[in-house]
């Protein structure tokens, strides 16, 4: 049913509960697993940052995760991008399009109906622009 699927991360915790569902869809229909990380920056008087202080650590700890998944067997690869701030949920489904992706795997980090709105959500967004569906896993769902 799956030939490839998108695991959409940031390196958040919410993140991190959607891989087990990433990985076991992509293992259990022998799918390509495209792991999509995109570094959002603001710019301001000194240039361009990451919205995120520890974006390197981010990186490098992603990295490790797709490592890890290639010695487990999967075909895996990595496509990372920087964007402006507000962007990343256009990038990730123009990669899901580009590689024809089945699915995107995404977390959620549940914020509620006024805080999703003033901080924005990648997730929500991303379900309505994607062309392909896109599997949501919320922070408060276990996997045991």
């Known amino acids: 049913m799956f030939k490839t699927i998108i695991w959409a991360t940031d390196g958040s915790r919410a993140a991190q509960l959607a891989l087990p569902y990433a990985k076991g869809l992509a293992k259990a229909t022998r799918a390509r697993l495209i792991v999509v990380h995109v570094d959002e920056f603001s710019v301001g008087k000194s240039g361009g940052y990451s919205v995120y202080v520890d974006e390197s650590e981010a990186q490098a700890a992603i990295r490790k995760q797709v490592e890890g998944l290639r010695r487990e067997g999967l075909e895996v690869s990595l496509q990372t991008s920087r964007e ?3 962007g990343a949920a256009h990038v990730i489904a123009d990669i899901a399009k580009q590689e024809q992706a089945d699915l ?41």
């Open 84 to 86: 402006l701030m507000g």
């Open 104 to 144: 995107i795997v995404a977390g959620t980090r549940g914020h509620g109906p006024v805080a999703g709105l003033l901080l924005g959500s990648v997730t929500h967004r991303l379900v309505q622009i994607a062309q392909c569906p896109v599997l949501v896993v919320p922070t408060n769902h276990s996997t045991a």
